[in-house]
């Protein structure tokens, strides 16, 4: 019951850690430093398989935009037969 508060805790002004100018560098050299960490993570595709991914996106995107086309012009024509334009 007769504890005594002996260091456990820092003084209340400095709970944040200093002034706001140092926490916020403090914080941007946090932030660039995680941010290059993951880069160091990252495994970059070869040259071949960049060349089948864009291939890839490149067919896919055209098949969609076919896809897209065929259902417009059959919408359009659905749309003429039933107003009757």
């Known amino acids: 019951m007769g504890q005594t508060r002996t260091g456990s805790r820092p003084a209340k002004g400095r709970e944040s850690g200093g002034n706001p100018i ?7 050299g946090l932030f660039v430093s995680q941010i290059l960490d993951e880069l160091r993570k990252v ?5 071949n398989e960049l060349w089948n ?3 890839v996106v490149i067919v896919f995107v055209t098949v969609m935009m076919a896809l897209v ?3 417009d012009l059959g919408f359009s024509k659905l749309v003429a037969l039933v107003l009757g334009s």
Request: positive net charge.
């Open 22 to 28: 140092s926490r916020l560098f403090g914080a941007v």
């Open 43 to 47: 495994v970059r595709p070869t040259r």
């Open 53 to 55: 991914y864009t291939l």
């Open 69 to 71: 086309s065929a259902l």
